[in-house]
């Protein structure tokens, strides 16, 4: 019997309507597995419409910084304010608007509190955000695998020597020498947000793994474009991001007399 295809699809972000013109593109069959990296909601119009589409088609999402967030919110029964004003402010805004009843937010809300941190898929390793490169699996929590960049990026040995990680959360063009739209590589780990609602990209992609071809559309533009994966992304050096997060912590540090 046929293996079905391995697809992964990077943050949404609520672009919903994005979604469909990139899944039409993919044409997923009924064997396909069609994987999520996290952060569906948020910032995007659509959240609401994402997250019933994910949903009714058994599609398999990892928890993103952006689900943990409106998670934190709502921890039960009452709600936390400071939490909730948190969730606002970073996107959850869109969010709430994209809900006609809210009663249909707390039902989708116990179908987030089901996402798991991480996905162990053989050869490749699903997360949000990344690894903590010094810590094993056991001893992390979902501040590593929905927060973590430049610890992760700047690791100089892949933290599997068989498994690629697959991520999301960093938008691409935010590591060195990486173009709106391009996907980054790094030591034993491959980044796919290409920052769907940020105004300097709109790219959203997808990564058939199977057959190594990426396909993305821009949400502001329609466009939609379909590349070879290794045409579509970019090397990034840890010591880029090393040197990178040295001159950040420096610039941060009290200056000493001499």
Request: proline share 7%.
């Amino acid at each position: 019997m046929a293996s079905g295809r391995r697809i992964f699809i990077g943050d949404v972000h609520g672009h919903y309507d994005g979604l469909m013109q990139l899944l039409e593109a993919l044409a997923p069959g009924r064997i396909d597995q069609v994987y999520f990296v996290g952060d569906l909601i948020d910032r995007g119009p659509k959240s609401a419409q994402v997250i019933q589409f994910i949903r009714e088609h058994g599609y398999t999402c990892v928890l993103g910084n952006h689900e943990q967030l409106l998670l934190e919110a709502f921890p039960g029964s009452k709600v936390s304010q400071y939490a909730l004003q948190a969730w606002l402010q970073s996107g959850g805004q869109s969010t709430v608007a994209s809900y006609s009843k809210p009663e249909v937010l707390l039902e989708n809300l116990e179908w987030l509190r089901t996402l798991p941190p991480y996905l162990d898929l053989g050869d490749i390793w699903l997360v949000h955000a990344g690894l903590h490169p010094e810590l094993p699996i056991h001893a992390q929590t979902s501040q590593e695998f929905c927060w973590i960049r430049e610890e992760f990026h700047s690791a100089p040995q892949p933290y599997f020597p068989d498994k690629l990680i697959i991520t999301g959360h960093t938008i691409t063009f935010t590591l060195p020498g990486v173009t709106p739209g391009t996907l980054a590589r790094g030591q034993g780990w491959l980044d796919i947000d290409t920052g769907a609602y940020h105004p300097k990209s709109g790219w959203l992609t997808a990564v058939d793994m199977t057959q190594e071809q990426v396909y993305q559309i821009n949400v502001f533009q329609q466009k939609l474009r379909k590349l070879p994966l290794a045409e579509a992304t970019v090397t990034v050096e840890p010591k880029q991001i090393a040197c990178r997060r040295q001159a950040t912590t420096s610039a941060l540090e009290p200056v000493i007399p001499s």
